[in-house]
Each structure stands twice: as structure tokens, then as C-alpha cells.
């Protein structure tokens, strides 16, 4: 996704490249290099955040600047620089690349080390941005609705590795990924170790029962969605009772509606799920209102 040659104004500047935010410098794409001793290479040793801009805006900047700071934390990583200096530094990555509707990655390594899992053995963590052109997904998905299979990669139990830390290592969610796109689907479901509903590789997941929003709590073992968060705030202004309540692949089944949230899909209905039609198989009312009502908050 990040891999194409990235020009803000193509047609007036063709040769301007994409300038990439390592440890304090703006240096060309093809110059942003880390070590291959950098031990979140080695052992996926590090965290990230993704995040949006929406006309030159960052969505809930701080709040992703909070989850990436908690979750250094929580794999005891220190961040070199204060919250405030980072946020800085995504704006300026912005405008040095003249984004305006963007998909930025935050990216903090351990940094290069020796050949073993030590982390006292490594020596300047990596603060990198990236920041590109936001590849969307299609308007008819939108419209249509996604399909979705539950996937047998059970998510990461809670007490072994939290799922609140976005951490570098995402093999948990691309083996489930895998599943699903063999599937022939974008996303998978994914079950805890209970057999309840947890959330899908990359986004939350929402059902709509009686006019009622459920979602699964955290303790469910599931990443505390920063769109997730919204929408049951935008749920709660237009009078939606909200549930966090633990759910199972039945109250999948039987659902009226089915829609899921995240940075990149920000709300995505969900017609089906492992073959079965949910409600009336397309997009639902109440999933419409929130779609809509997430894209005037996100551009507001
Ligand atoms: N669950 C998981 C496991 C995630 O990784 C979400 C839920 C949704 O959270 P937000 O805060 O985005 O509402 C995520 C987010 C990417 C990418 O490039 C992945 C995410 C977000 C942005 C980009 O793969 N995952």
C-alpha cells in the first residue's frame, strides 16, 4: 500500500518524493532505513498506531498519541519524545508532503541490538512517520455491504499478550486475515478463548439487535477501537442505547444489523457472515445513520 511513488501535485511536481519522519530528520522515502539489528524487525519488538487526516486534519490525534504512549508502556519502551513533539512532527510530515486526506503510520522500534531477545541490549528506539495518500476502500462496499467468515485463528488470549497493546507483531490478526481472504472476504471474525466474539483482524466489530447497539467489552480481548469509541458516542447523541456486553457467533447470526469500525473502513456494514444473511441482508438503517454521522464528524 505504501509502495507506489507518491507525489502531492503530480502534474507541477513530478519529482518531488515522499518525505519520511525518522528520529527527528524528514528524509527522502528511499533514505528511510533501519537496521536489520532493529529487534522490531527481529521479534516484531515495538508498537504503531494508523491513523487519518481528513483536510490537513488528524482524527483524535491526542487519543492515538495516548494508545501509542500506553502501549509503549505496557512492552516497557520509552518513547524518546514527548506526545506534544510527536504530534508536531506528524503536522509537519503532513505539510511537507501537501497531504490533506492521508493515512499516517506511527511506528516506534526498540532499535538495533544484538542477535538476542534482550531489550537492554538495544540502543536508540526508532521514531518513524509515514504518511501517503489514503487508499480507500471501494464506495460499492460501502453500499453493498461486506461479507465475512469467522476464522479458526482464535485472537491473542489477554493475559498472554494483551490485544490492547498494537504492538509490531500482528501475526495473530494476519493469520486470521489469511483465512479470510482465502475466503474470498477482506476481513475475518475472530473469537477469543472463551468462544465469544472478539473483533475482526483490523477493525471492531458492532451488531444491531431491536434497535439496540451491542459490541463486544474489552475484556473481551479486543484493541479499544478509537472509532469504536466514536460511534458509541455518536450512538449515545442520537439516543441509541448502547451494550458492551459479551457476544457469540449466534448473536452474529441473528442480528438485525452488522457493521464494522476502524481508522481505514471507518463504519463498514456487514451483510454476511459465514454465509448467512444478516437481517435482510442488505446495509441496515441504523448502520446508515452512523456511517453517515462518523464521515460529518471525521470532516467536521
Ligand atoms: N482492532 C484491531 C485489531 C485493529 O488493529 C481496530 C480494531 C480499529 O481501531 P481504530 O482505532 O483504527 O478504530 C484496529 C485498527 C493498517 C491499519 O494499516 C490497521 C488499523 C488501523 C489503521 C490502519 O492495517 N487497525
Known amino acids: 500500500m505504501l509502495t507506489r511513488t507518491q507525489s502531492a501535485s503530480p502534474d507541477t511536481q513530478p519529482h518531488m518524493s515522499l518525505k519520511v519522519y525518522i528520529n527527528g530528520r524528514l ?5 528511510a532505513k533501519v537496521s536489520v539489528y532493529d529487534h522490531g524487525l527481529l521479534y516484531g ?57 492521508a493515512y499516517i503510520r506511527l511506528v516506534v ?14 540502543s536508540d ?8 495518500k489514503i487508499t480507500l476502500y471501494p464506495a460499492e462496499l460501502y453500499e453493498r455491504g461486506l461479507e465475512i467468515v469467522t476464522a479458526s485463528t482464535i485472537r491473542n ?28 472476504c477482506i476481513e475475518a471474525l475472530m473469537l477469543n478463548t472463551k468462544g465469544e466474539v472478539a473483533e475482526c483482524t483490523g477493525d471492531n466489530i458492532f451488531l444491531v ?17 478509537i472509532t469504536r469509541d466514536a460511534v458509541i458516542e455518536l450512538a449515545h447523541e442520537a439516543g441509541v442505547e448502547v451494550r458492551e456486553i459479551p457476544l457469540t457467533k449466534h448473536d452474529v447470526y441473528v442480528a438485525d444489523e452488522c457493521f464494522l469500525t476502524g481508522t481505514a473502513a471507518e463504519v463498514i456494514p456487514v451483510v454476511k457472515v459465514d454465509g448467512r444473511s444478516i437481517g435482510p441482508g442488505v446495509p441496515g ?16
Open 125 to 132: 528506539p526508532q521514531v518513524i512517520i509515514i504518511t501517503d
Open 109 to 122: 522500534t526498540r532499535g538495533a541490538g544484538s542477535l538476542g531477545l534482550d531489550p537492554n541490549r538495544t
Open 27 to 31: 528524509v527522502d522515502k528511499d533514505d
Open 209 to 225: 439487535r431491536d434497535g439496540v447497539l451491542l459490541t463486544p467489552p474489552l475484556d473481551a480481548g479486543i484493541l479499544e477501537g
Open 157 to 184: 488470549h489477554p493475559a498472554a499478550l494483551s490485544p490492547r497493546i498494537k504492538s509490531l507483531n500482528y501475526l495473530n490478526n494476519i493469520l486470521a486475515k489469511i483465512e479470510g481472504l482465502q475466503a474470498g
Open 45 to 101: 519488538d515495538g508498537v504503531f498506531e494508523g491513523l487519518r487526516s481528513y483536510g490537513g486534519r488528524v482524527f483524535r490525534l491526542e487519543r492515538h498519541l495516548d494508545r501509542l504512549y500506553e502501549s509503549a508502556r505496557a512492552i516497557w519502551l520509552e518513547i524518546p519524545i514527548k506526545p506534544a513533539e510527536l504530534a508536531k512532527a506528524v503536522n509537519d510530515t503532513l505539510r511537507a508532503n501537501a497531504l490533506e486526506d
Open 285 to 300: 438503517p441504523l448502520t446508515r445513520d452512523l456511517r453517515e454521522r462518523f464521515h460529518k464528524l471525521a470532516r467536521s
